[in-house]
DNA sequence: TAGTTTTGTTCAAACGTTTAAACAAATATA
DNA sequence: TATATTTGTTTAAACGTTTGAACAAAACTA
């Protein structure tokens, strides 16, 4: 049971060094004769040594631990963005330790603190929702423990950033569906003061512009995006006397329940009401129609998230990343009004 | 930038006692006056100190850090169970790691090793589709670090335990269809080598015999449950001379794959073919028709996994828990024929 | 061959906390 | 008043590792 757990000193017991002997040779350190590394390590692997993290992370300063805080971890987005932070760190020795905000800013302070407390070597987050005051997150920064931000932040925040083109997704969108042939396109949008949700607004904006188009006020509606949201805004969509022939939600969740009351009212999708989504939550290629969405390539994401940490904790590079990928358009059935895409 | 870390030596030189006091004062030791303890709590706060745990961990030969593996961190299921466990967990001072198997025995053994090698002092976990062969699970026993097992585990495994009555959960099902007037049901299984489905494959059997129905054994499909095996199988049983007249899938996704097709193939949910799926995914009650399910008290569990785990390392309790709780049947449009329920 | 450099190892302190044992002072017991 | 107990604190070692400095031996240099 209690077995007692393989120390260095065991190891140098046995082979008659002295513990730092058995370090360094762990450690491959360059004035180590090859013999004895060579014994140190078979001896290691006989009796099943484990080094103890805690007592290097106390002597070095460094937990190999780190942080992630994500809005919810339920999220297809999110989850694959950390599963390739996980698989990226883990990689390079490091272990991962999520926490979920639930899109609120309390639980976001509670889960810093928290991090910081158990010193993680690093954090990588994604702005709740609710989120306005970054102090937080300066405290972050102030107490030199390394932030990389995804998706969700600010450009106050003197942080890496890792996130998509949102402006011109907004675009790709609203360019599409001028091509199928839509003239009032809504958009059921999220709250502007969060920085990707406004950006999709301008792009929006801009891209009726761009074709052509009037920007009609009440054809633009702010929301959480929830599914409700959805069923709600659609519902004054199709209470208006001059309907939309489009929708575009900043969110899949919103598209889902416009599509709900679309098909409660028997609207058809999209001859009636063009409908477009955005995240690619896996759902989206499920209902019927499937809906046309925007991927964020979360996996790529995650990957450089995990990547520009571990650039600033090994003193790579000094300053900041900020990526901007681009975002691809995945045109599926709620959008294709001409078959020719078919 | 780099400001120093405020120890409790700080706090000492500050006043005038030795860092053994302060700590005693901060862990409210009996014997250390009360006068102490305060002073030592106002200059910890005027400094704003912050205990170093890895310090801590080293001398106390404990981390605080519990390990939790899940099969998938977005089904909902194991979100909410986990969001449940971190919970708990954080209010008695456990901060809580994270790591997703997806399934998969290689990364579940991996996960392990690093659980342990981070030294957390317990875990809690859920197995594997694909798991079969236990040492690792053993492993970690035999290191003597608590384990509790939620939802999917074997009993030979010498561990805490939490999970519903599957068993119960099929004949709730079946008792409904057949209540609904149904007579041929079929069942998309899970495969019967893990425990939980072949406990559901067992209730689905016995509640067919209690009704008095025959069992037909090319009604009874397994499969891992994803939405292409549920529509293959219900491609399969529509291409019968003698179709079900109603299919209970042992997971959601299942159920969601049948519907679709039988959604392409026209035919009429629930009135030709009733449908049941299993775990309650918030998809169930967004689709249309909505899809009757089972509810697994996902926060529950995770409550009391979290729970067991602290008895044990508490030492409040020795011997192992076994906790099954009775699953809720959702009753949606997609079984519901009688109108009599609405 | 005496002096310098390199190589392989040991020494000792450090990381920040906890804790058993020791101790002096204050208080209670007889 | 002498002795035992309690109270509040200090001393010192420990947790397991890392690392700069020290050191002796071996290998070069001139």
Redesign the pocket.
Known sequence: MGKK?V???DIANEL????????????N?P??????KNAVLKVAKRLN????L???A????KSNLVGIIVPRAHSNFFSSVVENIEETLNGKGYNVVITQSNESYRKECKNIDALLHIQVDGIIASLANETVDLKYFNKIISNGVPLVMFDRSEDVLKADYIGINDYGSSKLVVDHLVEQGCKRIAHIAGFANTRIYKNRIEGYKDALAENGLPLDADLLVESKLTIKDGRDIMEHFLAMPERPDAVYAAGDYAALGALQTLIEHGIPVPKEMALVGFSNEPFTSLVAPSITTIDQHSAQIGKLAAESFLKKVEGTSEDLDKIILEPELLIRASSMKSKALA
């Open positions: 757990k120390t260095i000193k008659g060094i002295t513990p730092s002997a058995v370090s360094k040779a762990l450690n350190h004035r180590m004769s090859i013999e004895t040594y484990q080094p103890n805690l007592a290097s106390l002597r070095k300063g």
